[in-house]
């Protein structure tokens, strides 16, 4: 075996002639990372802004996605057409009445941490509500309501007096609104009409299954067990459903009606909750803010 050259023997090129190689390459091969990335806790490691764990900053973390002011409640009296007299063209909207609707009380951020405002629809005899609920409405001044929702709002501007109504000219024309209500109830349903299967076979051997959902796990190999969530037959629909981004087509403040475009959800005579639409600009109204601060409008959202 010949002898092996040493190191002073071997000549390289110059150094502009050489590769220009990275000089953090790894040559080692291997399946995992040398350098996998460590999870931190703080999360700094994306240069993220250390989030606080207080009430103040996580209202300030909601500050943009919180409206200016209350919503409203009406309820969903059916659907109709409204012809536009510029194009001519037929625009379906959905009728919703505002009937009675009244501010009753404040949620305040000293006493529960964060602001709202009750807000009561309706009218119920004082014999069917219970005596905690009149002496609530009592102390306020306000008629029993047959319906009680909160709205929250971003700062104190926007809590209205106590007592004030709240009519369908609330709303302006044009505006966006997000409206929600509990959808149709179907009862309890098959995996069919409810998650949309396709079903057993129609004929070779099945034998009066032909709507059953079939196989609901493995035996062995997931532990014997149905998994959570599993898509079964169960109770459909009775679920509140947000619209959002509806547009409001024609407001009737002497008869308190609003006419939304399209349809929401929700059978005819139940509780629509009306509120300006996060992923639009506020709209440019003064009504229902104390001051004469300016909203802000948030159409990056």
């Not at 953090?24 to 764990?53: A, K, M, V, Y």
């Amino acid at each position: 075996m010949p002898p092996r050259p040493t190191s002073s023997l071997i000549q390289l090129p110059p150094a502009f002639l050489l590769p220009q190689l990275p000089l953090n390459h790894s040559t080692t091969r291997c399946i995992r990372s040398l350098t996998p990335p460590r999870p931190n806790r703080f999360n700094r490691s994306q240069n993220l802004p250390l989030l606080e764990s207080t009430t103040a900053a996580a209202l300030q973390r909601k500050v943009y996605t919180t409206p200016l002011r209350t919503g409203a409640l009406g309820i969903k009296k059916g659907m109709t057409a409204i012809y536009d007299t510029e194009t001519g063209r037929r625009h379906a909207c959905t009728v919703v009445q505002m009937d009675r609707v009244q501010v009753v009380a404040h949620k305040t951020r000293k006493r529960n941490g964060y602001y709202a405002v009750q807000v009561g629809s309706g009218w119920k005899h004082p014999s069917n509500v219970t005596r905690p609920q009149l002496g609530h409405f009592a102390q306020h001044g306000v008629s029993p309501k047959r319906h009680l929702v909160e709205f929250k709002v971003r700062d104190e501007q926007g809590l209205l007096g106590i007592g004030e109504m709240i009519g369908a000219s609330w709303f302006k024309e044009g505006q966006f609104v997000d409206a929600r209500a509990n959808c149709r109830g179907m009862g309890f349903a098959g995996g069919m009409k409810r998650h949309g299967f396709s079903g057993q076979p129609a004929s070779h051997g099945v034998s009066l299954t032909h709507r059953a959902m079939g196989s609901a796990g493995q035996s062995q190999g997931g532990g014997s067990r149905v998994y959570p969530g599993k898509k079964m037959a169960g109770r459909m629909g009775g679920q509140q459903v947000t619209v959002q981004n509806v547009k409001v087509l024609k407001v009737d403040d002497a008869n308190g009606l609003v006419m939304l475009n399209g349809c929401i959800a929700g059978p005819d005579g139940c509780l629509v909750k009306l509120q300006d639409a996060l992923k639009k600009p506020w709209p440019d109204m003064q009504a229902g803010r104390r001051g004469t601060v300016e909203p802000l409008a948030v159409g990056s959202i």
